[in-house]
T-cell receptor, first 111, second 113 residues
Framework: QKEVEQNSGPLSVPEGAIASLNCTYS??????FFWYRQYSGKSPELIMS????GDKEDGRFTAQLNKASQYVSLLIRDSQPSDSATYLC???????????FGTGTKLQVIP | DAGVIQSPRHEVTEMGQEVTLRCKPI?????LFWYRQTMMRGLELLIYFNNNVPIDDSGMPEDRFSAKMPNASFSTLKIQPSEPRDSAVYFC???????????FGQGTRLTVV
């Protein structure tokens, strides 16, 4: 089982819709969870970090964490074409809480 | 701060040659990470340093790969000898703490022919 799993997509949503991106992880001791966005040919950049169960909102973005189910998600409300990118889930694990990245979900927002 | 700076941006080399990738982290960041990204395997952590000391190099694929951090403002990743399967984008990233936001450099796209 991979440490961090994501559906590779592409996930296609119409402009203005809600995009839902999901991620599961294997280490129950994981403490830190991140969502990075990566545009094609560019480097990853942090969108959200979450450390405790529940929801965390920042503008159009909401991160949701459920440690019991080992599941973290990212919701993007009012999706825009500029949101089209690959979204990487990253989770810390192990004694040093080393961060491991999923392979990413490609999101396409259709105008 | 200018962010994490990597050089070169692109490198094309012949199989068997030595390749050196360079990174300048953000000042004040105690952690430095080297990642490799490919379509097949995604973003893989190769090695990370804390206060210039290598902490975990378990992601380094082979002995052909080595990394150093002689001071807080400079790190290198060396591949010797290089092979075509080493072709990938190599990212350097830095962070203040282990579990906080990592800031990535622009990456080095390596092509070994």
């Amino acid at each position: 089982q991979k440490e961090v799993e994501q559906n590779s997509g592409p996930l296609s949503v119409p402009e203005g819709a809600i995009a839902s991106l999901n991620c599961t992880y294997s280490d129950r001791g994981s403490q830190s969870f991140f969502w990075y966005r990566q545009y094609s040919g560019k480097s990853p950049e942090l969108i959200m970090s979450i450390y405790s169960n529940g929801d965390k909102e920042d503008g159009r973005f909401t991160a949701q964490l459920n440690k019991a189910s080992q599941y973290v998600s990212l919701l993007i409300r009012d999706s825009q074409p500029s949101d089209s990118a690959t979204y990487l889930c990253a989770v810390s694990s192990g004694g040093y809480q080393k961060v491991t990245f999923g392979t990413g979900t490609k999101l396409q927002v259709i105008p | 701060d200018a962010g994490v700076i990597q050089s070169p941006r692109h490198e094309v080399t012949e199989m068997g040659q030595e390749v050196t990738l360079r990174c300048k982290p953000i000042s004040g960041h105690d952690y430095l990470f080297w990642y490799r990204q490919t379509m097949m395997r995604g973003l893989e952590l190769l090695i990370y340093f804390n206060n210039n000391v290598p902490i975990d190099d378990s992601g380094m694929p082979e002995d052909r790969f080595s990394a150093k951090m002689p001071n807080a403002s400079f790190s290198t990743l060396k591949i010797q000898p290089s092979e075509p399967r080493d072709s990938a984008v190599y990212f350097c990233a830095s962070s203040r703490l282990m579990n906080t936001e990592a800031f990535f450099g622009q990456g080095t796209r390596l092509t070994v022919v």
